[in-house]
């Protein structure tokens, strides 16, 4: 594990061996229920994990977080790694990958994220109930923010985590819908890759 990688978000060394810890259960399970097409570590490493922590300064201590199509706990579990205060509700259709989200959450002794085998259009109780709400891998940008800022408290923030091929997309919708969007470039540290978080806040 390349320690450095994780300068930027300032984690102790407890964190960085849970991160650690959870990249190999990803990398040892993938082998056997494909949780994700990524076959070598290190873009496991960059993609599942590193991309994962990027939003971390977005997301305010102590507050509720629902993310949507987690699958196999990316980003939630790193997020919630990271800021441990958080409330977490992870949900996806997917049975199998939800399952290995439940033995990840024993294994890494993680409290208060609770895995939920649904789709995000049947949490109708849910609607504007979350400080933030992410989107990783979940569904294109002109799909995921209609379906998704109603769950948001006022003031709170959907986060979607976009590549050069989806922002026009993404500034698009929210240009349609008349939201407040804010884009927020970097870099992956090994691909060296374009990426973008795309923050919306409901008004």
Known sequence: MKENLFELFH????QIEKLTKFLELIDKWNKKMNLTGLKSKEEMLEELIIDSLMPTKLVEMRSYLLDAGCGAGIPSVPIKIAKPSLKILAV???????????YCIRELNLENIQPVNKRIED???YKGFFNTVTSKAFLPPNKA??????FLKEKGKLIIFASENTLN????T???????????PYT?????KKRYLIVIEKE
């Open 11 to 14: 984690l102790s060394q407890k």
């Open 92 to 102: 996806d259709s997917n049975r199998k990958k939800i399952n290995f989200l439940r």
């Open 123 to 125: 949490l109708i109780d």
């Open 145 to 150: 923010i209609p379906l998704l800022v109603p």
């Open 169 to 172: 997309t993404a500034l698009e």
């Open 174 to 184: 929210a240009k349609r819908m008349n939201l407040n969007l804010e884009v927020k």
């Open 188 to 192: 992956l540290p090994l691909s060296m």
